[in-house]
């Protein structure tokens, strides 16, 4: 699979909102400058995400472990103490020793390790793998494509080692065997202070790749109702809404450019409760052909419609609303609040 193809499936399948991975690869040659990096090398992989190319050799990485789990240099000495009397991830040094005698990093062949976003790439020729960082929500998603052609308990594995062991070292050690296993990581809490609170990583190894590529179209994301839903939270505004709105006295929902609702406040999930969580439900479902034509046409100019109505004695405003991102509409707002009595009107000219 080329890396356009694969990206229209990607996107088809977990949205605009979630994250490209990035595909990661050895080379002989420099692939972008990349500066001396102080520390853990992990901290630099959100320029990557960012769309810099990220290029590591054993000269910008200054962690002796980072240098090692790249596969660039032998274990300096002091890893097995300092991972245990240090860090504390291991009762004893022997401990790590005897961890590191079958699960130790793959030796490199060549002088560059090159972290590129997948957009970026020319192709997943000669890759190593593709790193996701996600959500648990992506992550499920990952994960269930990955089970999808495999009985195997070790299909998606977690295991221990360091940030960059579970993402380098892993895949190089699984494509070395021409296995089968897929990565989850980042759970080293060294490695996690560089990285958001609420999100994992994924890895899939080239050996691995092959296969799952050819079940994207053919697992969950095809069409089914526990995903679809679950893709529709990816993509919501949720965290996008200021926290005050969630208690704000009127009712707030949001849905897409394709009707789907991506949010509703405390006050929306209130007055629509006997239809149960519609979050992920179109609103083309329970809406007549006229207000489908308004919302239509609401979405296709980018407009606002205002009105009020009185239902069981409780007058409200309904002001519906386009709402964009860079220009783009992408869905609709509806704001509905109740109207005292009587509203004051003040001409301030």
């Known amino acids: 699979m080329d890396t356009r193809t694969f990206i229209t499936r990607y996107r088809e399948a ?150 960059c062991s579970s993402i380098v070292a892993n895949a190089a050690r699984e494509n070395a065997r021409g296995g089968f296993r897929t990565f989850v990581g980042l759970t080293d809490p060294s490695a996690r202070q560089w990285f958001d609170e609420d999100v994992f990583s994924f890895v899939i190894p080239a050996c691995r790749f092959g296969a799952m590529a050819g079940t994207m179209d053919r697992c969950c994301f095809s069409d089914t109702a526990g995903w679809s839903r679950i893709r529709s939270r990816i993509n919501a505004v949720r965290k996008a809404v200021p926290a005050w709105a969630e208690e704000m006295n009127c009712a707030i929902t949001v849905c897409d450019a394709e009707g789907t609702i991506l949010y509703m406040n405390a006050m929306s999930r209130e007055t629509y409760i006997r239809y149960g969580d519609l979050t992920g439900r179109n609103l083309m479902d329970c809406h007549g052909e006229r207000s489908k034509g308004i919302i239509r046409k609401l979405i296709e100019t980018g407009g606002q419609n205002v009105y009020t109505i009185e239902k069981n004695g409780i007058r409200k405003m309904i002001y519906q609303s386009a709402w964009k991102e860079g220009g783009k509409v992408m869905g609709l707002c509806e704001i509905s609040m109740a109207l005292p009595e009587s509203v004051p009107h003040y001409n301030r000219d």
């Open 14 to 163: 977990f949205g605009e909102a979630a994250p490209l991975p990035l595909v990661f690869f050895y080379s002989d040659h420099r692939k972008a400058a990349t500066e001396k990096v102080p520390g853990c090398f992990l901290k630099y992989l959100r320029q990557a995400f960012d769309g810099q190319p990220v290029c590591l050799d054993s000269g910008n990485i200054t962690c002796g472990g980072g240098r090692f789990y790249a596969g660039f240099t032998p274990m300096p000495d002091h890893v097995p103490v300092f991972v245990s009397q240090k860090e504390k991830y291991k009762e004893s040094p022997g401990l790590i020793k005897e961890y590191l005698d079958f699960m130790g990093p793959v030796p490199a062949q060549k002088k560059f390790l090159n972290f590129v976003r997948a957009d970026q790439a020319e192709s997943f020729d000669g890759m190593e793998g593709l790193l996701f960082i996600a959500s648990p929500d992506v992550i499920s998603g990952l994960c269930a494509w990955a089970f999808f052609d495999r009985n195997d308990p070790e299909t998606v594995s977690l295991v221990f080692g360091s940030g």
